[in-house]
């Protein structure tokens, strides 16, 4: 059983387009986290949320909006795609201030 | 939260120890010391955490100077599957702070 998955692993789209990306986690956490892996591989956090309430925002453009519809599942919303958007993006879950997360396998986002 | 200092790449002969060391002169009273792995270009997996003891569990052992200003990771009999970029963390666990923040880390090649 994967503990926590992500849909899809890969995604090739064009500029300007909006793309959506999915994660869930059956592990029962209550925290579940965006974290984006550029070319040069550098993991930085996006966002995190706890118990469907939004905690950690980084700075990130308005065109990412993420959406937690439960505590399980944390997806990602990409609107205007730009070229600059291409990376890896990583789901992750944790129980509330703790420091072990979970991982997903990461999506690919490729922007032409 | 404190910055870390790693080497950026190590190598080590398959079946001897592995002790990834890493520096955090910064570091205060009540931050963690995490160390995490990426394998190849999967998602990061926890491996081990502490505050100022030393720690052991089925992966590896962490070692924290009595000042804690610097950690070792230890793999005590590594394997080619442990080839991978170890990631060095040191994190305060408080409200609207629990976060991650991955440095460039050592990329450990396991040497058959």
């Known amino acids: 059983d994967t503990a926590v998955s992500q849909t899809p692993k890969y995604l090739v789209t064009q500029m300007g387009n909006d793309k959506s990306i999915k994660c869930e986690q059956n592990?029962?956490?209550?925290?579940m986290y965006w974290y984006k892996q550029d070319s040069k591989k550098f993991l930085k956090i996006m966002f995190s949320?706890?118990?469907?309430?939004?905690?950690i925002n980084e700075t990130v453009p308005n065109r990412f909006s993420p959406k937690s519809p439960d505590k399980a599942h944390l997806n990602l919303h990409i609107n205007s795609l730009e070229l600059g958007d291409s990376a890896v993006y990583f789901c992750?879950?944790?129980?509330?201030?703790?420091?072990?997360?979970?991982f997903g396998e990461g999506s690919r986002l490729t922007v032409l | 939260d404190a910055k870390t200092t790693q080497p950026p790449s190590m190598d080590c002969a398959e079946g001897r120890a592995a002790n990834l060391p890493c520096n955090h002169s910064?570091?205060?009273?009540?931050?963690?010391v995490y160390w995490y792995r990426q394998i190849h270009s999967q998602g990061p997996q926890y491996i081990i955490h502490g505050l100022k003891n030393n720690e052991t569990n089925e992966m590896a052992s962490l070692i924290i100077t009595e000042d804690r200003k610097s950690s070792t990771l230890i793999l005590p009999h590594a394997t080619l599957r442990d080839t991978a970029v170890y990631y060095c963390i040191v994190r305060v666990a408080e409200f609207g702070n629990e976060k991650l923040t991955f440095g460039t880390g050592t990329r450990l090649t396991i040497i058959p």
């Open positions: 949320y706890n118990n469907k309430e939004l905690i």
């Open positions: 910064t570091i205060s009273g009540n931050e963690y």
């Open positions: 592990l029962g956490h209550d925290t």
């Open positions: 992750a879950s944790s129980t509330y201030r703790a420091g072990e997360l979970f």
